[in-house]
């Protein structure tokens, strides 16, 4: 922007060309909030053009050498930026403040990233009036994120940079609760040690300050890390510790955290085969606690370690477990009642992962949730069959309301004898690997419509139909021609035919279908569309029949996962 010195006398053709220029900036600048950056922009630019200087391009309005740019109403362009010096269009300090918070706790929520972490520094460099509330509001310095990717290799200046942005955090936020995140996806280093060390450091001596605290770094780490235990962890109610592994080192490692009496989740994923890790806590306590379910490099046995534990984890309500394909078996085959628990995560983190160990030893009457995924998308699992999971809601005797499938190469069979056996499930959700998966015969089962096929009517369990109180569900498949059976399974249960079939009406109806082969085949979204059309048809002549109670949201999503803006080569 150029500058115009308070010393010069600038001629009405210099003004009007400096003019556009050095306003260009401001006419994209909202009205409010006014900063300090602005305002001085104002007043260089606006208010040094005197009521002289507009007077004069006035009298010649029709002189040769004036540009365009003269004509321009400068009288009310003068008006518009006094009106944005004015004071009144700033915002209380109480109001900015509260956008402030905002600001940096939904950042932190959403990016585990660098860019929370510099939140509340940024908020101070925009200008005095900024800083000055950022430095004196506590709530704004109470979450401290480092996040090192695997691509920064420098590692000489990590240690004080680390220890300045402690140091204000802990200053600037008073005596409020402090969460913490330390991210380090960096393979193994002896530089990285004195940073650990220092960590510690921190943890152990502010130790009552803590309320959250989520930690991921290698393994090889946790013999230096786990050196801030035992202290007074009275104020700490989530910690979340997950470890990659690389290789087979030998560690003994200990937890101690009895002193946190107040703590409410509890997530671990530790090291290798080669490792004995002790946690000591009041397991009673826990609300929700995890096992080797973050994702993380490597094979890690925390869950053939630790899985004792949910014995003594008798009040938790939320459970998730990663496993690993290692067989093992634990607790000498006793169940464990869990009498409280109503949502398990099972995670499977490699395609050859076994659930017997685990899934075939729970008994968990209260279980409302059930979720099964994968950490990574591998087209050849081998599939989890059997009858594990639902063995276990026959022997839970449960009422399941929640079931969502995705990412595992899960076989139909065990997946009807799960749906035969959840009557009150409320919501289902099925993303199969492979992506082709048939399906047809999971559609065929749900819907109620009774379709004559092949002569015969679609015979359903004698109970009656399948899931009679589903409100929603979310099916995805890579075949079109499964789409119209979709359609079709939809529409048996909304209305007239759902009260004829005595289900619940669907509230909700997703699909999902995965374009694989647009390079060859462009006519497939073509189906796809018609599908959407045909859906949104129905949808809308159902809403004039209907009463409001029965109304149906429905969308249908293409997800192309091999295009070219979906694939980020480094």
């Known amino acids: 922007m150029p500058h115009l010195p308070s010393d010069v006398n600038l001629s009405p053709i210099d003004t009007m060309r400096v003019l556009p220029e050095a306003r260009q900036p401001l006419d994209h600048i909202p009205i409010v ?19 002289e200087e507009f007077e004069h391009m006035a009298r010649h309005p029709t002189r040769q050498d004036v540009p365009p740019t003269v004509t321009v109403e400068p009288t009310n362009r003068l008006q518009e930026l006094l009106q944005r010096r004015s004071p009144v269009t700033r915002l209380p300090p109480e109001i900015l403040a509260h956008i402030f918070e905002l600001y940096v706790v939904r950042l932190s929520e ?14 101070t460099q925009v200008c005095t009036l900024w800083r000055s509330i950022a430095e004196s509001y506590p709530h704004l310095w109470t979450s401290i994120h480092f996040y090192f990717p695997e ?20 200053k600037r936020s008073g005596v409020l609760p402090i969460s913490l995140t330390f991210t380090d996806h960096r393979m193994y280093h002896f530089a990285t040690e004195d940073l650990i060390s220092m960590l510690a450091d921190r943890l152990r001596t502010h130790a009552q300050r803590w309320k959250r605290i989520t930690l991921h770094m290698s393994c090889a780490y946790f013999p230096l890390l786990f050196t801030f235990t035992p202290c007074d962890l009275s104020s700490l109610e989530h910690l979340y510790i997950s470890g990659d592994v690389l290789g087979r080192q030998p560690m003994v490692l200990r937890l101690d955290l009895e002193s946190a009496t107040n ?3 509890f997530a671990y994923s530790g090291p290798g085969q080669s490792a004995d890790d002790e946690i000591h806590l009041c397991w009673e306590n826990l609300a929700e606690v995890a096992f080797e379910f973050v994702p993380h490099n490597g094979t890690s046995f925390t869950l053939a370690r630790q899985f004792r534990n949910l014995v003594q984890c008798q009040n938790i309500t939320t459970c ?31 395609p050859y992962a076994q659930v017997r160990g685990a899934i075939d030893l729970l008994v968990l009457p209260q279980l409302q949730t059930l979720e099964i995924d994968a950490s990574v998308l591998i087209s050849w699992n081998q599939r989890w069959h059997n009858r594990h999971f639902s063995s276990l809601l026959a022997r839970s005797g449960c009422s399941l309301l929640h079931l969502s499938i995705q990412d595992v190469d899960f076989p139909n069979d065990e997946l009807m004898r799960c749906l035969a056996l959840s009557p009150s499930l409320t919501s289902f959700r099925f993303i199969p690997c492979p992506r082709s998966q048939n399906i047809s015969d999971i559609i065929r089962e749900i819907d109620v419509s009774r379709i004559p096929t092949n002569g015969q009517t679609l015979e359903h369990a004698n109970t009656g139909p399948l899931v009679p109180q589903l409100r929603e569900i979310t099916l995805a498949s890579s075949v079109k021609k499964y789409l119209d059976q979709m359609l079709r399974m939809f529409r048996s249960r909304v209305g007239a035919r759902a009260r004829a079939a005595g289900v619940a009406t669907l509230r909700r109806a997703d699909a999902v279908f995965f374009d694989l082969w647009h390079d060859t085949d462009m006519n497939r979204l073509e189906k796809v569309a018609s599908f959407h059309a045909g859906l949104a048809r129905w949808s809308t002549s159902m809403d004039k029949e209907r009463d409001h109670e029965d109304m149906l949201e429905t969308s249908v999503v293409v997800n192309s996962p091999y295009l070219p803006e979906y694939i980020d080569v480094q």
Do not use: M, Y
């Not at 909030?33 to 009521?51: F, G, H, V, Y």
């Not at 590692?155 to 220890?163: I, K, L, W």
């Open 33 to 51: 909030p006014s900063t300090e950056a602005q305002d001085q922009s104002i007043d260089t630019i606006a208010l040094r053009l005197t009521k």
């Open 110 to 123: 959403l990016t585990p990233g660098s860019v929370p972490a510099q939140g509340p520094f940024c908020l």
């Open 151 to 170: 691509s920064q290799q420098n590692r000489e200046e990590d240690t004080p940079n680390v220890g300045l942005v402690f140091d204000l955090h802990l």
């Open 263 to 265: 703590l409410k989740s």
């Open 320 to 350: 998730s477990l990663g496993i690993d394909r290692t067989p093992w078996h634990l607790n000498d085959g006793q169940f464990i009642t869990l009498p409280h628990l109503q949502t398990l995560r099972v995670r499977r983190l490699s």
